[in-house]
């Protein structure tokens, strides 16, 4: 059950609100993240989830806070590998995505996303399953993971439904190994087994459990690094269809016209649109048969690449019945996972924030983040609120200071009632009326967050 806060101002607040609407203890409950003895859990979790609002480091969060319990109790509550953390990020999700379709017409097509972004951990290095993976900006190896994300999206608003901090399925890639000391009938077993698979292994994995949860949407969304027909001929298998971004490669075919061409040979072959169309050409081929033998159609559209006019993007799509501007505007949703990233890493300081060396220290706090990046796209979908989600997030923390301000005035306030009492005044209407006098000489803007 939640606990109500010690001040009830704290209840207009946006982390309380949330708290409470999503009954986060609860689920907390549901995912086995519970103690033994001590401090409650939902206390514990409220005061890790709250660190990015108060814009403080956790240390200096436990000095100067009156928290009740110390730097030990929330390092052995984010360590636990029977914690299943992933079951807690489904259930907050779903529950947020299951808001969010009430406001959302039937029309629309609600899609899910999967892409992978850097975890770096590059000053590490004896951090639990550490590896060197790539990194598709700087076109570098470097230390960390790489954070296999899937995420729901209706084109409005983005929900992270699972991840996977992914090691490498290479020995030698490897620079940490598993702990020994790990149960290995533990959740936490499970996640470092999964995270020493291929990425589409893993893939399959987190859709399957988001299905299982009862999340659908009519299409998987990603990008060229996933795009192999063995890929999309899988995905076909969970009854969505793919629509994806193509790279030209030399060793996977597309059949068309009785032959079977590479993407840029099939480009070359088509006749393209006249002047400066956006959509240079589009055609049906296959990529491959259903276990029934029957062959599987799939749609390319080439687009003009705007960054570079003499180029050409190619785009894939599953469902042949869809028109060209239909698979490029879907496409153009997978967009909201990189603005999802973006802020998870400069706003809410995922990999920043703590810097503990076991994995399941990092899953959870991961986790932790994502549940942010929830609170903040719902209150941005409830209230329709123009603002991005890096300014809501800003406004967030102003919110939060507003609180402390205003009950730091509250307590001089009391202070001065109760010397007002030890004195010898007795008569209590002359006591509030010289608060009354106290409160009018103060500045404006003090006396109006008072009224609030």
């Known amino acids: 059950m939640v606990r109500e806060p010690e001040h009830q101002d704290q209840l207009q607040s946006m982390v309380f609100a949330f708290f409470k609407e999503y009954k986060i203890a609860r689920l907390l409950k549901q995912s086995n993240i519970t103690k033994q003895a001590g401090v409650t859990v939902l206390d514990v979790f409220r005061f890790i989830f709250g660190l990015v609002f108060a814009q403080r480091s956790l240390n200096r969060c436990l000095n100067q806070s009156n928290v ?23 259930l907050l999700s779903s529950s947020a995505i299951q808001r969010m379709t009430r406001l959302t017409s039937d029309d629309r097509a ?48 983005f929900v992270p439904l699972a991840f996977s901090l992914l090691s490498s399925e290479n020995d030698r890639n490897r620079l940490r190994h598993v702990e ?26 987190l859709l399957t459990q988001a299905q299982a949860m009862g999340v659908t949407a009519k299409y998987l969304l990603f990008d060229s690094w996933f795009a192999y027909p063995a890929t ?40 393209k649109r006249r002047g400066r169309a956006k959509t240079l050409a589009s055609v049906i081929v296959t990529i491959g048969r259903y276990t029934n033998g029957a062959p599987v159609p799939v749609k390319i559209v080439f ?33 909201d996972i990189e603005c999802f990233f973006k802020v998870s890493k400069s706003q809410l300081r995922l990999a920043k924030e703590l810097q503990g060396r076991t994995y399941d220290q990092m899953f959870a706090h991961t986790t932790v983040v994502f549940a942010r990046y929830i609170m903040l796209a719902t209150a941005s979908r409830n209230e329709q609120d123009p603002r991005t989600i ?7 923390c102003d919110e939060l200071d507003d609180i402390r301000f205003i009950d730091a005035i509250r307590l001089l306030m009391s202070l001065l009632r109760s010397a007002l009492q030890e004195t010898d005044l007795t008569d209590q209407g002359v006591i509030d009326m010289i608060i009354e006098q106290f409160i009018t000489r103060l500045p404006s803007p003090i006396k109006e967050r008072l009224a609030a």
């Open 68 to 90: 009740g319990f110390g730097k030990d109790t929330v390092y052995r509550f984010l360590n636990s590998p029977r914690h299943n953390w992933r079951r807690f990020l489904l």
């Open 110 to 157: 609600d899609v899910l996303i999967v892409d992978d972004s850097l975890f770096s951990r590059n000053r590490s290095k004896k951090v639990e399953l550490l590896a060197r993976v790539y990194d598709h900006v700087s076109h570098k190896f470097v230390r960390g993971f790489r954070m296999l994300t899937l995420g729901w999206s209706d084109g409005n608003s």
């Open 180 to 205: 020994d000391s790990i149960d290995k009938r533990t959740c936490g077993y499970k996640r470092r087994k999964e995270s020493m698979q291929k990425a589409t292994d893993a893939l399959f994995e």
């Open 232 to 271: 999309i001929l899988k995905v076909l298998e969970h009854s969505m269809h793919v629509v994806c971004m193509l790279k030209a490669m030399p060793k996977v075919r597309y059949e068309h016209e009785g032959r079977h061409v590479t993407l840029k040979e099939l480009y070359a072959a088509l006749r």
């Open 303 to 335: 687009v003009r690449d705007r960054n570079r006019s003499r180029q050409w993007l190619a785009l894939l799509s599953t469902d042949t019945n869809l028109s060209d501007d239909e698979v490029i505007r879907i496409y153009g949703k997978r967009w």
């Open 390 to 396: 890096g300014v809501l997030f800003f406004d967030c």
